[in-house]
Each structure stands twice: as C-alpha cells, then as structure tokens.
C-alpha cells in the first residue's frame, strides 16, 4: 500500500491502482498504528532524511536500494507493506 498524502508534498510519481496495491490516505494509515494492525511500514527516502525523522516503527528501504535490502528486510512474501515518501517535487 502506498500512503496518499502522508507528507505535504505529493508523490513525484503516479500508483496505478492494481489489486496488490492500493493507495490508502494519511489518516488510514493513523487508524492502522492506532489499532496496532500486523503490517510493515516502510520509507523510501534516503538514509539520512530517514535518520532526520521518520514515523515510529518504520523501517527505511531507500529506493535505489530496493533490490539489495528488500529480500533481507521483507522476507515474507505475503505480508502487508505499506510504503510512504515525501519529496519536495
């Protein structure tokens, strides 16, 4: 899942809508950590924006790095994932 609107920038890019992923809004995602939901929150930014903040329990996945840490850090296949960035473009 991707989160729409999470930051005050929009994605640079656009999600297709498919049935494996699915764009959900800043405050689905609030009521998610609030109900203590089984997911794996995800950042893409950079290390270092990820070290400057970062939502509590995110682990970082910078984009450029996905196909080297992703098999280490999401191992399981079936797990949700819901993925956020912020960019200033």
């Known amino acids: 899942?991707?989160?729409?609107?999470?930051?005050?920038?929009p994605f640079a890019y656009q999600v297709e809508q498919t049935p494996m992923i699915k764009t959900i809004s800043?405050?689905?995602?609030?009521?998610?950590?609030?109900?203590?939901?089984?997911?794996?929150?995800?950042e893409t930014l950079p290390k270092i924006a990820y070290e400057h903040a970062h939502?509590?329990?995110a682990i970082n996945l910078p984009s450029d790095q996905v196909n080297v840490l992703?098999?280490?850090?999401l191992p399981d296949k079936n797990?949700?994932?819901?993925?956020?960035?912020?960019?200033?473009?």
């Open 55 to 57: 939502l509590p329990g």
């Open 70 to 73: 992703a098999p280490k850090l």
């Open 79 to 89: 797990a949700e994932i819901v993925v956020y960035c912020a960019s200033p473009t």
């Open 26 to 42: 800043r405050d689905e995602l609030k009521q998610k950590i609030d109900r203590h939901d089984n997911f794996t929150l995800v």
């Open 1 to 9: 899942m991707f989160v729409q609107g999470l930051m005050r920038h």
